[in-house]
Structures are given as structure tokens and as C-alpha cells.
């Protein structure tokens, strides 16, 4: 069963060079953008690197937990190709930051993810919140998110030109905010 992730594959190798992502600041500027071969070979890195390091195994959920941008998708389709599930949540920010973690804390409950994929950026900023708010320190150290196992995609940062895809019928968990309680 092809997905996904077998299709990039194959536009990576008719159209390596042409621009698959961009990502735009509020000006409209360019910020960051891949080209198909370029995207193609940092999710096979990625991917790999994730397997290899074991604490990700094919069926496994994976929270994702990024602030718009690029890394966001390169996790995604990390995970499809190493046939993980990947549960796409919203960051919890400064801003109602115990009901973000609660939130966070039940999507990963319900869906049995042990491991969330974000990017340094966002590791820092849930250290400043440790430091600032005994409710970060709570969930985060003490509570249901203690046992969550933080990973850095963005310090993953090299390119595999070949990668053995695992497949799974099921692409990626989507939580709504009913969804959980």
C-alpha cells in the first residue's frame, strides 16, 4: 500500500529542484522553503534518525507540537514514512498555559503518544515556562506530561537520499477542541 509519502518520492525525483514549501513571514517574504529533493531527503533523515534511535517504532503516536512553520511538516511526514501516527496539537503558550498543557496532557492520554516531536525553539520556551509558572512545572515534571518524551526534530538537520518507507493505513490523529475531556 503506497501513501503519501511514496508520492513525494516520486515528484522528488521528475522535479528536484522545483519549490515544494515555502513559509512566509506577515510581510509575505519568504522565511524558509524546500524543494521537493531537498524536502524528500531531510524527511528520510529525520525519519531514519527517529527509528534508529528507538524511542519511535512503526504504529507508534507521535504528538507534534510546533508553532507555524516549516518543521511542522517535515515532522509530519517524517512520521508517515516511518509509518508513526502523527497527532498534530497546538503549542501551549504563555497565554492560558495550564488549560494548554491539560489539553495536551488528555490528547496524549487518549492517543498513547509517549513521544512529542518539536523544535528547539519551542524546548527553550517550555524551559522558560518551567522557570516562570509552578503550573509548567506541574504537568510538565510531576503530572501526565512527565513521562512524554520531548525530541528536536530541527537538531536533526541532515540529508538520506534513500529511506525503506513503512506504510500505515492510518495518516494522522486529528483532536477538535471537543474531542477530548
Known sequence: MENLAHDLGRF???QPDAVL???LDGAGRIVES???QRFHERTNFVAAALLADGR???GDRVLLVYAPGLEFIVAFFACAKMGAIPVPVPPPSAT???GGLERLSHVAADCGASVALTNDSYLAQLDKFRARSQDAVTWLDEGPLSTIDWVSTSALDGALA???IRTNPLLFLQYTSGSTQ
Open 21 to 23: 514549501y515555502s513559509f
Open 34 to 36: 524546500y524543494t521537493y
Open 162 to 164: 534513500d529511506f525503506d
Open 12 to 14: 522528488a525525483a521528475t
Open 96 to 98: 492560558g498555559l495550564a
Open 56 to 58: 519511535i517504532a512503526t
